[in-house]
């Protein structure tokens, strides 16, 4: 009797010890929790950082027509809603990382247990919403064990928080959104455009697979690791394994894409690289201003690199990826061009300066390097920096058939690059002002220097326009009207000029009496000259302002022939007036700017003036039409092969330009339009002491107008693109004669601005 009642009495304490010790536990849990959700462990995100967790979002930079040019970031994230997510890929997701995820509030009972059966193992205890919860508010899991069970319970309550906040939906696409997957990729769309140049919308099932089977541990297993590839592709087989298991895919189907390779199509985003990069690159510096100038609610600055702003361009990614090409496929061919004339020549690329002047502009390249600048940083003496570049070093260099691998000295790599022909190019629709393509330069990553907005150039002939329209303005001349092309002289003192000054055309002929049509379309300076004598260098240079030229012109007769120096940006704003019937608008590369929640914090609206009469704005197309029609510009209407392009287009259509080539070759320059399109090249070497030592190839009519041609045969050929092949608009009852086709007998016309056309037929 005593023994059970013994028996009993340890029973009964044994049960109390039970109950004691998970009452304890229990409520020492409890104490836990709430402990933390009082900020004991560490601060709890707020009801305002639940609904607006803090992470970097990108800002995107879109075209036109929809296709994100690039980004702006800290880290290259741009969140994607779940509409916009591929089933297939969720599908993935849930039976990979967490089967029961629409069945539970963001703590998962089964996994938890298992996870402690398993001694604290993960074993599916993280449910998609505690991993959430982790990348928005701590990230990785600390190694000190203390700390990392106090964040264990924080993920607990917030993911509990987050369930509450957002519907299952938004946490999967929040989830995706916050991935890194490295290789600059942040976020499933950032993923997807890198790892396979597309939407997510539009990934494979295999491709959804291989990005989830990422999640694990993104870095182990980098897709791009080639060693380990076979390891990367069991762990996306394994995914496609858990989706048939979860009924999302058939035996036959898992089977059938375990079987298919890895294939990328890879595409890093970076600010130096992709589509209209200069353009990019100058948008930046933009917006640095704009965000000083648009604050938030709150007082504080925009961040272009965290807040997810949208900027909306005028850049049509079509043209911009044409212009690009015309640039790249010309140009290959004219360097082979420039190599091989300054091949075995004494101080080339340069000509006609001392080896002194030579020494001068390698050493101030020198100083400018990022290896001076590295090494500056570094103690090293100027001797010393200096002696570094002459020891021979592996580098990548930049050619038009991709980089280049070479050992060769700093010093040789900068005489290599002073050979290099640059580019700056520019299309804009003239109605609106809307910058439709930007190519400041040939590669950024190489040439960083923007020859659209950046730096100006000498004009040569494309500024004599200026010079017409004052005379039809001031004079009530027209294109009809007879000048004589002979010799002409503006004496010393006269406009305050030094000496006496009596220009010559290029051929050194003359071609006596001709109409303004002609001058223009054969470019001849002692026309030019007397147009300018006649209204003076004030008016020409007050013209030029008011047609939006804003770089200094100096007051001087010379300017006639283009002795000045003024931007691509602004030389197509200009002559894109004479389209618009006489209303300069001010070219503009943004429509409007918008925060990463759609909310419009800029409408941009072009700035607009009248400059001059419509009639006059009509005369000077009818000018520039003669240029292409009989003048230098005319192999744009095909027939002729120089050994750079054959000019197989034989464009058909009205198209009013204007050639210029400046002293010694050194810039050559073609702006050419269209009803609604305009756009400008010029084509030189960095320094204007390097240049071609032929006008055979150093004019304006072979350097830049075969880009031109090169890149309206292309956005004629786009369907998609409604670039016009019409007639210029005529101006109701236009009061100025712009037929000239009887008003004199026709006249020698050969290019006297350029080489006789016959010398480039092979």
């Known amino acids: ?62 075209s036109s027509d929809g296709v994100v040019l690039g980004k702006f970031y800290a880290q290259n994230r741009v969140p994607i809603k779940y509409e916009d997510l591929p089933k297939h890929l969720v599908q993935a997701l849930v039976a990979t990382e967490d089967e029961r995820f629409y069945d539970h509030s963001g703590i998962d009972p089964r996994g938890t247990i298992r996870a402690v059966v398993m001694l604290g193992r993960d074993g599916g205890a993280s449910t998609i919403t505690q991993q959430l919860a982790k990348l928005l508010f701590h990230g990785e899991r600390s190694k000190n064990i203390f700390e990392a069970i106090a964040q264990k319970i924080k993920e607990w309550i917030i993911a509990v928080r987050l369930e509450r906040q957002y519907t299952k939906q938004e946490i999967v696409a929040m989830y995706l959104n916050q991935v890194d997957f490295v290789n600059g990729a942040i976020g499933i769309r950032s993923a997807s455009k890198i790892y396979f140049n597309k939407e997510p919308k539009d990934l494979k099932v295999e491709e959804a697979a291989l990005f989830v089977g990422m999640l694990v541990n993104p870095s182990l297993h980098n897709p791009r690791r080639e060693s380990r590839i ?16 979860s009924g999302f895919l058939t035996k036959a189907k898992k089977e059938e894409l375990q079987k298919t390779p890895i294939t990328l199509d890879y595409k890093p985003e970076s600010h130096k690289e992709g589509i209209a990069t200069y353009f990019r690159e100058y948008l930046k510096v933009y917006m640095k201003d704009w965000t000083k100038e648009h604050l938030k609610e709150d007082g504080s600055e925009y ?6 702003l949208r900027i909306y361009t005028t850049i049509d990614s079509r043209m911009q990826k044409h212009a690009e090409e015309a640039v790249a496929e010309h140009l290959t061919i ?18 006609k300066i001392s080896t002194d002047e030579t020494e001068a502009i390698v050493k101030r390249a020198m100083k400018n390097s990022e290896r001076w600048r590295i090494l500056k940083e570094e103690g090293k003496s100027e001797g010393e920096i200096l002696k570094s570049f002459d020891v021979k070093t592996k580098m990548k260099v930049f050619s038009w058939k991709g980089e280049r691998d070479t050992i060769m000295t700093p010093r040789d790599s900068i005489i290599y690059y002073k050979h290099i022909l640059q580019v700056g190019m520019m299309a804009m629709e003239p109605q609106t002002g809307h910058i439709k393509a930007w190519v400041g330069g040939n590669n950024y990553k190489h040439f960083q220097y923007d020859h ?31 000048i004589i092309d002979g010799p002409f002289t503006i ?39 007397k147009l300018m004598d006649r209204v003076g260098p004030q008016a020409v240079v007050d013209m030029a302002h008011d047609l939006g030229v804003t770089s200094e012109i100096p007051v001087t007769p010379a300017i006639a022939l283009g002795s000045v120096e003024i931007t691509v940006k602004e030389m197509v704003g200009a002559f894109s007036t004479f389209v618009n019937q006489g209303v300069y608008i001010k070219p503009s590369f943004i429509t409007r700017i918008e925060d990463k929640n759609g909310v419009i914090l800029d409408q941009l609206i072009p700035e607009s003036k009248d400059v001059m009469n419509k009639d006059v704005a009509y005369a000077i197309i009818k000018l520039m039409e003669g240029v292409t029609q009989s003048g230098t510009g005319a192999r744009l ?33 073609f702006i050419g339009m269209v009803p609604n399109l305009a756009a400008g090249v010029w084509v030189g070497n960095e320094d204007r002491s390097a240049h071609f030592r032929r006008t055979l190839y150093g004019q304006g009519a072979c350097m830049s107008l075969p880009i031109w041609g090169l890149f309206m045969d292309k956005c004629y050929k786009d369907k998609d693109l409604s670039v016009s092949k019409g007639a210029f608009e005529k101006p109701d009852k236009i009061t100025i004669s712009v037929d000239c086709s009887k008003v004199v007998p026709t006249v020698d016309s050969t290019d006297v601005e350029d080489v006789d056309m016959n010398q480039f037929d092979t």
């Open 1 to 62: 009797m005593a023994t059970k009642k013994k028996v009993k009495n340890n029973f009964s304490k044994y049960i109390r010890i039970f109950w004691i010790t998970f009452i304890s536990g229990f409520s020492l849990i409890i104490l836990l929790f709430l402990f933390a959700s009082w900020g004991f462990f560490g601060a709890m995100p707020t009801f305002e950082n639940l609904e607006n967790p803090d992470s970097n979002v990108a800002t995107e930079i879109i």
């Open 230 to 245: 076979v390891m990367i592709k069991d762990r996306r087989n394994t995914v496609l394994g858990q989706m048939e298991r």
């Open 303 to 308: 961040d272009i690199y965290r807040d997810g």
């Open 334 to 351: 004219l360097q082979a061009k420039f190599f091989a004339e300054a091949k075995g020549k004494k101080n080339a690329p340069f000509l």
């Open 452 to 482: 659209v907005g950046q730096g100006a150039r000498q004009v040569g002939s494309t500024f004599k326009p200026f010079v017409y329209s004052t005379a039809m303005e001031q004079l009530g001349m027209s294109p009809c009207d007879s």
């Open 491 to 529: 004496p010393k003192g006269k406009w305050g000029i030094s000496k006496d000054w009596s220009p010559t055309n290029s051929s050194g002929k003359y071609m006596g009496m001709v109409t303004l049509k002609q001058a223009l379309a054969n470019s001849l300076n002692p026309v030019s000259a």
């Open 637 to 669: 209407r095909g027939g002729y092969v120089n050994g750079l392009t054959s000019y197989k287009y034989r464009f058909s259509n009205p198209i009013a330009g204007k050639t210029g080539t400046t002293q010694n070759n050194s810039d050559g320059w």
